[in-house]
């Protein structure tokens, strides 16, 4: 279990060094800050950079018509400056790309799999480990020997069904943390919508299930074997 911790921190560190916006340049004055060298104007950096754009015209929008400021009037004047900012920076950005503003637009969002491969696979890694803990404590509370399988496999099917709701949810504040983290703007705006666990609720409620439910699998296991020495 003393690898554990080592490897979340590696897990993180990893995390940490893929997919961070840039950090040089912010503002919330709506200005495109210039590279500093040349980079091809290839699909995932194009993402990078129309993703920069779109949390620049956040942060515009926020610092100047946001709810607690003075300039604030409403929402929809909220979203207009902050849209009016983004297709702004967009134009920049396909000016010294020499590519169309299309092209950046639908850049945004896009080819970010490494990324939420990066923010999912901690939690995952946690969530595995929580549930082999989980699975040893009901067999150890609930021992065939003793019990029968009956009494343990109602509470495995109590415990796989509160673990996955409990996991999916924390799951989904971990994605929030890690991509405002990530962003270096605790403000997700509708950018929350993109995140790939809310995007995968379902599939991702499913799959908490079979891993709580290997896991009691191979906890039982353990102790029929031990049983049968």
Known sequence: MQAVPRLVITLVLFFTAVGCVRRDGRNADCEWPA???YHAPTPRHLSAD???AEDLSIRYAD???GLRTPGFISGEVYEAARNRC????FQKVAE????SIQQVARSLGHNRGYIDFAEIVPF???YVFAAAAVARVVWKRYPPSENGWQPGIAMALFFSLALAVGGTMMGEVWFWFAEGYRMGNSHMSYRANRLFWVRHRAELFLGAVVIMWLALAEAARHVQSRNLT
């Open 35 to 37: 590279e500093n060298s």
């Open 50 to 52: 129309a993703e920069f």
């Open 63 to 65: 610092t100047h018509y």
């Open 86 to 89: 983004m297709a702004a920076l």
């Open 96 to 99: 010294e790309h020499e590519v």
């Open 124 to 126: 995952v890694v946690l």
